[in-house]
């Protein structure tokens, strides 16, 4: 909702500004709405499957699980910085998804902090690390 909220808020303002005689300023006003709108959207992701089932995968499969929001830019840099090894992270849209937002909650004394990586250990357990650098992340997909 957020993203296509900027780009009306975008294209209305733009619109005006091609009214007055200034396409070019319009044409950039409009172009800094629209990237706005994706940076807030969750295209730059992988597709977000719901907690339940990227636990079910990463018990199946060994790969972490990254919890996000759409907007968070911690989560933007970590999912760039990443490239294209972003496609073999679990992501969960905390927004989209409440069990994931519950699963945030507990591992970060109640706060929805994101981005947050649950990664199987060594022994099998679930180790949660808040923030993780893509060093961490690329550690757990190499498990």
């Known amino acids: 909702m957020l993203p296509l909220l900027f780009v009306l808020i975008g294209s209305v303002a733009a619109a005006g500004l091609a009214a007055r005689g200034g396409p070019v ?31 079910r995968r990463s018990a199946a499969d060994g790969r972490p699980v990254v919890y996000w929001r759409p907007g968070c830019k911690y989560c933007l840099r970590l999912r760039l910085r990443l490239g294209r ?18 699963a945030v909650r507990a591992v970060n004394d109640g706060n929805e902090t994101v981005p947050t990586m ?17 060093a961490q992340v690329k550690s757990a997909l190499a498990l």
């Open 118 to 134: 649950l990664a199987p250990g060594p022994g099998g357990e679930q180790t949660a690390t808040t923030n993780p650098s893509v």
């Open 85 to 102: 090894d972003a496609r073999l992270v679990h992501w969960v849209d905390i927004w989209r998804d409440p069990e994931g937002a519950a």
């Open 25 to 55: 300023p319009a044409a950039v006003f409009l172009l800094m709405f629209v990237l706005l709108a994706l940076v807030n959207s969750p295209l730059p992701f992988p597709k977000s499957v719901g907690a339940a089932e990227a636990r």
